[in-house]
């Protein structure tokens, strides 16, 4: 297995490209199930998880061909030929469940695999069923397989009233009922950008949708959607990880396609922990030109809330402030897995269910240590950014799935940071 090897090397400067949004792309992709003409994307990023996707089209027949080195996917579902979302393919990757609202919709069933749980959380699935049940779904369960069929006629509209936010679930609707009988009304909605990005998909597409980015989205089902060409949009995670790079070493960085309205609540808070962030034409500057980091208190929660997604590598940020920060998790239940891995590396942490408090140290060591997740891998290399010594990081496939290029782009602002090829037996 691949390692990475981090060592402290003084202040960032310069500029680091932000790319597509992993989370957007991996919704939009399956999009092309709803229709037979061809729907490009630009600017993709390049990431493992994203060719988990595209397998898991090809295996039901759609064609997606990966240009310009993987920035564009072009993807056509003209001649789908299975209805089965296999175990093997979509235990890789939870995000897999979001074929079976387009392929409910224009094909009326859909045969997928429990995506399960994973290291942050169980993450059930039940709201995007409850959700295609409302629509007129019968649905069952067998051999770890969700076997979904829509009623004679194509699915319903249905006024659906989520009990908590669900990216992924208000995604699965918004899907089903483009094509679905009648008027939609998903309530308590998921509010992230990523809904957003795939809102302006599906309208470029031919659908009729209102109310994305507000807690209500009314969708008036139509026929048929047509293809369409659409920009997927800045990965906020990204930015916001590559944000912190500075923010924790010190010196200026200018992250290139940035926007604050992608990351204001995580702003706020980098603003009380004395970074500054400016907008430029390009993009945001982060600098922590004077003084220690201070103490700041996070609560995790949805959009436009703290991203639970930045949680670890804020946590990175917070081992060297001066004073005591408590971060909440509200989201996933067991997502402080990086916490002990920081510990190895000097900090201060202690767990208590979904608090973690975090007594701010003068510096961290670098250490031996193992990335238990996609977040929680990156937050390991931002400590190791400003440890003293030498960082490895193992199991780096974690980072794969979430981030192209880590290593060259954070070269390019002068770390001190490299992959090292694993052999076959390290596994
Ligand atoms: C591919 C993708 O976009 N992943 C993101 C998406 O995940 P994902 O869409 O899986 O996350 P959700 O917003 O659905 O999860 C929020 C909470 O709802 C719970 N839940 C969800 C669905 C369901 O049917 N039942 C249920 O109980 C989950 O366990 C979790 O506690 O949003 C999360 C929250 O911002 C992010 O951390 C993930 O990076
Ligand atoms: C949790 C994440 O992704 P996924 O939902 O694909 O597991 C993430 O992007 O941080």
Known sequence: MDQIIVRGNGPLHGEIPIAGAKNACLTLMP????????????????????RTMTDLLRSLGAEVASLQDGQVLALSSHDLNSHTADYDIVRKMRASILVLGPMLARDGQAIVSLPGGCAIGARPVDLHLKAFEAMGAELDLRDGYVHAKAPVGGLR??????????????????????????????KNAAREPEIVDLAQCLRRMGANIEGEGTSTI?????????????PVVTDRIELGTYML???????????LGGRIDLVSAFCEKLDAAGIEVTETDRGLKVARKNGRIRAVDVVTEPFPGFPTDLQAQMMALLCMAEGTSVLE?????????HAP??????????????????????KLRGAR??????RASVSLILAGLAAEGETVVSRVYHLDRGYEKVVRKLRGVGADIERIKGTPSDE
Do not use: W, Y
């Not at 998790?329 to 897995?337: C, D, G, P, S």
């Open 157 to 186: 509209g249905a006024v659906i009233d989520f009990p908590i936010v669900s990216v992924g679930a208000t995604e699965n609707a918004l899907m089903a009922a483009t094509l679905a009988r009648g008027t939609t009304v998903l």
């Open 329 to 337: 998790e509200k989201i996933f239940e067991n997502r402080f897995m």
């Open 369 to 374: 240590v193992m990335a238990t997740d996609l």
């Open 245 to 255: 790079a500075p923010a924790i070493c010190g010196g200026e960085v200018e992250c």
């Open 31 to 50: 999009a092309t199930l709803l229709t037979d003409q061809p729907l490009t994307l630009t600017n993709a990023p390049r990431l493992s998880d994203i």
């Open 341 to 362: 891995e920081l510990t190895r590396m000097g900090a201060r942490i202690e767990v208590h269910g979904g608090h973690a408090t975090v007594h701010g140290v003068d």
């Open 218 to 230: 009314t969708i008036e089902g139509v026929q048929a959607l047509s293809g369409a060409t659409h």
